[in-house]
């Protein structure tokens, strides 16, 4: 499988905890996303990359959410002391350069905050 | 700040029933529109796109989509629906230039055999 990649699938944490997820976008795209959806809702986008640069966060992005993509590959999103709040779906997106507008999606970590 | 609104929360159609699920954003610039969808168990896919020229669009599977931009609105349709077509369906706006993508809330569609 080529596409984008997200491990693991589901998280369950216990409230408090850091989780870490990562991404593995399709192997020459140099842009990157990061969003969360859920129940009900559309994906909200969270902050996104281009090569290793951060170039833009989202205000949902509170202090406990970092994320990090030190090679312009693969990237990480770190949620620290985790609250219920943040049970949802994690969902990543890479584009190909010359084709910015389409976002080739991950299937999701599933976070589950007890 | 862009924002999308989807008119329906869940559609239920018998197959060979037509399709139309609405989509209008708000935003005054010039923008890129889409639809996705998301398979039960899948990731979401492309289905169909407009950047720019004739507004009305089509994708994959027999969808197609007309933007009026008096209407601020992206309606998806397909004349003629299949099982297979149950899944969500969410709309996205990004700006013209702009990296940032804002989907609507989504669409169910359940189609009974």
């Known amino acids: 499988d080529t596409g984008v990649s997200q491990d693991p699938r589901h998280k369950i944490t216990k409230r408090g905890q850091n989780v870490t997820f990562r991404c593995d976008p399709i192997?020459?795209?140099?842009?990157l996303y990061w969003y969360r959806q859920t129940l009900g809702q559309g994906p909200e986008f969270l902050t996104y990359?281009?090569?290793?640069?951060?170039?833009?966060k989202s205000r949902l992005l509170s202090d406990r959410f970092s994320a990090e993509r030190p090679k312009g590959s693969f990237s990480t999103l770190e949620i620290q002391r985790t609250e219920q709040g943040d049970s949802a779906m994690y969902l990543c997106?890479?584009?190909?350069?010359?084709?910015?507008?389409?976002?080739?999606f991950g299937a999701g970590t599933r976070l589950s905050v007890l | 700040a862009q924002s999308v609104s989807q008119h329906n929360h869940h559609v239920i159609l018998s197959e060979a029933a037509s399709l139309e699920l609405g989509c209008n954003y708000s935003?005054?610039?010039?923008?890129?529109l889409f639809w996705y969808v998301q398979y039960p168990g899948q990731h979401l896919q492309l289905l169909l796109k407009?950047?720019?020229?004739?507004?009305l669009v089509k994708g994959i599977k027999g969808f197609e989509a007309e933007f009026i931009k008096s209407k601020f609105s992206f309606n998806l349709r397909k004349p003629s629906v299949q099982w297979s077509d149950t899944a969500e369906y969410f709309c996205?706006?990004?700006?013209?230039?702009?990296?940032?993508?804002?989907f609507g809330p989504g669409t169910r569609l359940s189609v009974l055999p």
């Open positions: 997106a890479s584009t190909l350069a010359g084709q910015i507008q389409i976002q080739y």
């Open positions: 192997s020459e795209h140099n842009r």
């Open positions: 990359f281009q090569n290793e640069a951060q170039l833009e």
């Open positions: 935003y005054g610039g010039t923008v890129n």
């Open positions: 407009y950047f720019s020229g004739d507004p």
């Open positions: 996205a706006v990004n700006a013209e230039y702009g990296q940032n993508f804002v």
